[in-house]
């Protein structure tokens, strides 16, 4: 069992959960994620590792509530324990395996929309460790969707925020953003990592492609065992059939065919909703006549 | 009823037309009257050359002469000596081609049920809370071993039993490897079957450590250095699934058979008290002909699906065991032999909506011994179908060998291990389908036992 130490409600749906798991924290490295299930009939969920104590054996994870599962999920409290934390699972980050010295050669920009602010924190959390410094873009619809401001703030070299409403920081989406930094205020960066919502890293990546900036993302998509066993997690990778769980979740952006990814994303779209639903108002969304029978 | 010494006592099983729409049980295996009588018929051979068939050597003619008597506690200990899992294996050994395949009685007539009475003295046991013979004392040495599949569970238990302290890591988060994700509930009962059989080997004084991936959570080098284990078995199997390569493969509705029954059997998708969801389908066909590509087929149908196997050869080619394509058949799966996909057929939502095929003949014998199957111009066909499972075969996972130091692998990833299990780094041994590639349980647990003898005459004399 998994004890839940600390739980925090961060904004939009996100909650943050410290988890003793002493076996992940003594390994996992920014990028890897872990997969979590909650009980005996919970789903595997996988889950962004957004920070780590090794020595206090600790992870700390980041989730939103999207469907049944987050949502029942979010209703564990401290002193409760998920039945089942695996991982790290997943590749770390190539930043952090490429020596020092050639990173400092790099000027690196970080793109994070929503949820995926939380991968973006250790990896931007390491390079400082390692005296390095990055750029960090947070985006979002509006301010108070943004989350992990503060934590971002004490490790990005520079952290700009892009609001769709314009009620903080820039207005605008990330993108324009990224086009503003670069085209406007000159900032030659030679390396993006690009980590949100699949539609967001499509656009950062059509727009560093013009740009000619190499671009990493990190994808998250269906998953069951997340160690290479079931494929459910496959994606075309320029010409090549990738696993997320164990030949990514980092991939280069500029290879993804996002289109695809997104419909695959769909796959259990109403099966979900349905669950959903009876998650929330019992089982009279299930079965009979909407053909919902699992 | 007198016995006829040339047939075997029948077995009941569930009605195809019932069990077509159930996750029960097919085979409802002997009750203690009917095991009796088909023990009468073994001929307890003084060479008894089933033992020979069977790759764990069973004393088969031991515990059927205890059956025979009706002392079904003492014919369970005489199993237990050579196997730590026996009801899985009266279930799902392919005897047929083994200890059956042997007996003197199958010259004339019908080879006894070996496998049956295996099941039913394991069976027996279980209900009647009759456990294998204990540990002797403990020895301090400590074994670690990776994987909770046949292989990890026999050679966990073989050591355990020698006094090792033994640990096995898993990383899904319930024991039992195939066992549990992969072999469907009707041929393989989870609740009772799969987990008192583990429940056995902890008896043994085998600790389980599930949710560990090693490569990932810590390393073979990592255990052995600084969590002092003396020695290592890897039995973690063969699990990379094998798509085709042809297009449309990425649609939604396509799944690799490791998919299907993960979701169906480890994550009980099945049952609406589990929240992991599966799409049943309606139309499903199944691309392979092995025993993992009828559990699949099985599988949809039940979840109420029309359901073919598509499959390039023939029928005397199919790898499953003629029981598995006898019961599919029975179910009312429709078998679409010399049948070859060429494109599976996808909408504007990225949904299948079809599968193009060709037709395929029998041509001059390749490689592996079988005829090899040729195209035949023009007569390609289409499928409408919603769903489609790759059930191609699969591959080891190269988490091990690229996370441990000197550990070598051939060029189909497999682990190089010598007949005795002995891999190129001193003190881990492996087994199983990380060592073959995918093949038997059976195999698996001959490979683990195998290893197991060798672990501890290495141990003894270090």
């Known amino acids: ?294 | 009823m007198a016995v006829d010494m040339f047939k075997r006592v029948p077995v009941r099983e569930q009605e195809a037309q019932v069990r077509a729409h159930n996750f029960e049980e097919v085979c409802l295996g002997y009750n203690k009257v009917e095991a009796m009588d088909e023990a009468t018929r073994c001929l307890n051979c003084r060479n008894a050359r089933c033992i020979t068939g069977c790759p764990v050597n069973i004393d088969i003619p031991g515990f059927i002469s205890q059956v025979k008597e009706g002392k079904i506690a003492d014919a369970y200990q005489v199993i237990s000596k050579f196997s730590s899992l026996p009801a899985v294996c009266g279930r799902v050994c392919p005897q047929e081609s083994q200890c059956e395949a042997k007996c003197i009685r199958g010259i004339k007539g019908e080879p006894v049920s070996i496998g049956k009475l295996e099941r039913f003295v394991a069976d027996w046991a279980r209900e009647n809370g009759v456990k294998p013979a204990g540990a002797e004392s403990k020895n301090g040495k400590k074994v670690a071993v990776i994987g909770s599949g046949p292989a990890g569970l026999t050679c966990a238990g073989d050591l355990a039993k020698k006094g090792y302290e033994v640990t096995i890591f898993e990383a899904l988060h319930d024991a039992g490897g195939v066992l549990s994700y992969g072999i469907p509930e009707f041929r393989l009962p989870k609740n009772t079957v799969v987990a008192s059989e583990v429940e056995n080997v902890k008896n043994l004084g085998v600790k389980i450590e599930t949710n560990v991936v090693i490569g990932k959570a810590t390393t073979i080098d990592e255990l052995m250095e600084e969590e002092g284990f003396d020695a290592v078995f890897i039995g973690s199997g063969a699990g990379l699934p094998r798509f085709m390569g042809i297009p449309g493969e990425n649609a939604n509705g396509v799944f690799s058979a490791n998919e299907y029954l993960t979701r169906n059997n480890l994550m009980k998708a099945f049952r609406d008290d589990y929240d992991t969801p599966i799409i049943g389908g309606k139309k499903v066909a199944v691309v392979g002909g092995g025993n993992v590509a009828m559990d699949a087929a099985r599988t949809a149908l039940r979840l109420g699906a029309d359901v073919h196997i598509v499959y390039r050869r023939s029928e005397a080619e199919l790898p499953a065991r003629v029981e598995e394509v006898h019961h599919a058949k029975e179910e009312g799966i429709i078998f679409d032999l010399l049948t070859n996909p060429t494109e599976i057929l996808v909408d504007d939502k990225g949904n299948v909506t079809g599968m193009t095929c060709i037709r395929m003949e029998l041509g001059e014998p390749d490689a592996s011994g079988r005829r090899r199957p040729v195209e035949i111009p023009g007569s390609e066909f289409t499928l409408e179908l919603d769903t489609v499972i790759m059930a191609l075969g699969t591959s080891p996972n190269p988490l091990i060998s690229s996370t441990t130091k000197g550990l070598e692998v051939n060029r189909r990833q497999c682990l190089v291990a010598d007949e005795n299990g002995a891999t190129t780094k001193e003190g881990v041994y492996a087994g199983g389908d990380a060592v073959t590639g995918a093949a038997t349980v059976i195999l698996a647990m001959g490979a683990g036992k195998t290893a197991a003898a060798a672990i501890d005459e290495y141990l003894s004399n270090r």
């Open chain 1, 1 to 294: 069992m998994y004890k839940i130490l600390k739980k925090e409600y961060l904004a939009n749906r996100i909650w943050l959960m410290d988890i003793e798991a002493p076996r992940v924290a003594k390994h996992c490295m920014p990028g890897q994620f872990v997969i979590v299930k909650m009980d005996e009939v919970g789903e595997r969920i996988p889950l962004t590792i957004c920070d780590y104590d090794r020595e206090a054996g600790i992870v700390t994870i980041v989730f939103q509530t999207v469907g049944a599962s987050t949502e029942r999920m979010a209703t564990y409290e401290v002193g409760e324990s998920f039945r089942d934390f695996v991982g790290p699972l997943g590749r770390p980050s190539d930043l952090t395996e490429e020596p020092v010295e050639e990173l400092a050669k790099k000027k690196i920009l970080f793109i994070c929309g929503g949820v995926g602010t939380a991968p973006v924190y250790p990896q931007v959390k390491w390079l400082k460790e390692q005296g390095i410094e990055a750029d960090v873009v947070i985006g979002a619809r509006s301010q108070d969707l943004l989350i992990l401001e503060k934590e971002m703030g004490e490790v990005a070299a520079h952290l700009y925020i892009a609001t769709d409403d314009g009620s903080k920081g820039f207005k605008g989406n990330t993108t324009d953003m990224l086009n503003e930094l670069v085209l406007n205020r000159g900032i030659a960066y030679d390396h993006v990592v690009a980590i949100g919502p699949m539609i967001m890293m499509k656009f950062v990546c059509l727009a560093t492609k013009k740009l000619g900036i190499h671009t990493i993302v990190s994808m998250n998509p269906i998953m069951v065992d997340g160690t290479g066993m079931c494929g459910a997690c496959r994606l075309q990778v320029g010409d090549e059939i990738k696993f997320a769980c164990v030949d990514g979740p980092e991939f280069d952006g500029h290879l993804i065919d996002f289109d695809a990814a997104m419909k695959r994303q769909q796959m259990y779209k109403t099966l979900e909703g349905q669950a959903l639903l009876a998650y929330r108002e019992g089982l009279t969304h299930k079965g009979g006549a909407c053909g919902g029978d699992k």
